[in-house]
């Protein structure tokens, strides 16, 4: 599959269980990113990775971790969260992570936490 | 700080009819100016960014830096334009760093 391909699509977790977000791009992009998008609340970027390090991490709380083992996977490991992390979670990818970039975004996971 | 406005959530005109969806924009530098849309049961896309002074679709936008602001216009709205629009705004010459508006839903009626 072409494109940026997230899973799971839906995911329901309990604010004790442990869980991954999953992203991975066949582009050959360097730069993954993960957004969150809340309602009623404008996309919010979480974290910029660039060749598989971190670039930008936009004061997202400790239980939310993410890991780039390569330029083409992003992950995004959830620990205890809370009922307000409850949102789209948005990956996306771009050739390079300059200005200017055009990003590719996959389709989102929707995550609620009980 | 950097911020991006879109001041309404839903705009809905006729088919035929002229649209503007409104973006305003607060940056200390010299800003990139996108904008995205989300049609029904797809994901977010890029429909046009400053910088490359394009028309997709019938869409244009023009920077104004007196003004702030990165209206998205189309003289004769489709149904098909019927989507989801947000305005973003790069100004972080490091990271790539998109700022996004709360979006406008654009609903064009028959």
């Known amino acids: 599959e072409t494109g940026v391909t997230q899973t799971p699509r839906h995911l329901v977790m309990g604010m004790t269980n442990k869980k991954s977000l999953k992203c991975e791009q066949h582009l050959g992009h360097n730069a993954m990113y993960w957004y969150k998008q809340s309602a009623k609340k404008p996309l919010e970027l979480m974290f910029v990775y660039n060749f598989k390090e971190q670039t930008e991490n936009n004061s997202v709380p400790s239980r939310f971790s993410p890991e780039c083992p390569n330029s083409s996977h992003l992950f995004l490991h959830l620990h205890t969260l809370q009922p307000e992390d409850s949102a789209l979670y948005l990956c996306?990818?771009?050739?390079?992570?300059?200005?200017?970039?055009?990003?590719?975004f996959g389709s989102g996971t929707q995550l609620s936490v009980l | 700080a950097q911020r991006v406005t879109q001041p309404e959530k839903l705009l809905s005109v006729f088919k035929g009819a002229p649209v503007e969806l409104k973006c305003n924009y607060s940056y200390s530098g010299s800003p990139e100016l996108f904008w995205y849309v989300q049609y029904s049961r797809q994901r977010l896309q890029l429909l046009l960014r400053?910088?490359s002074r394009e028309s997709i679709k019938g869409f244009t936008a023009d920077l104004n830096k007196g003004e702030t602001s990165f209206h998205l216009k189309k003289p004769f709205a489709q149904e098909e334009d019927s989507a989801m629009y947000y305005c973003a705004l790069s100004g972080s010459s490091n990271t790539g760093k998109l700022i996004f508006g709360q979006g406008t839903t654009l609903q064009v009626k028959p």
């Open positions: 996306a990818s771009s050739q390079g992570a300059g200005v200017g970039e055009k990003l590719f």
């Open positions: 400053h910088i």
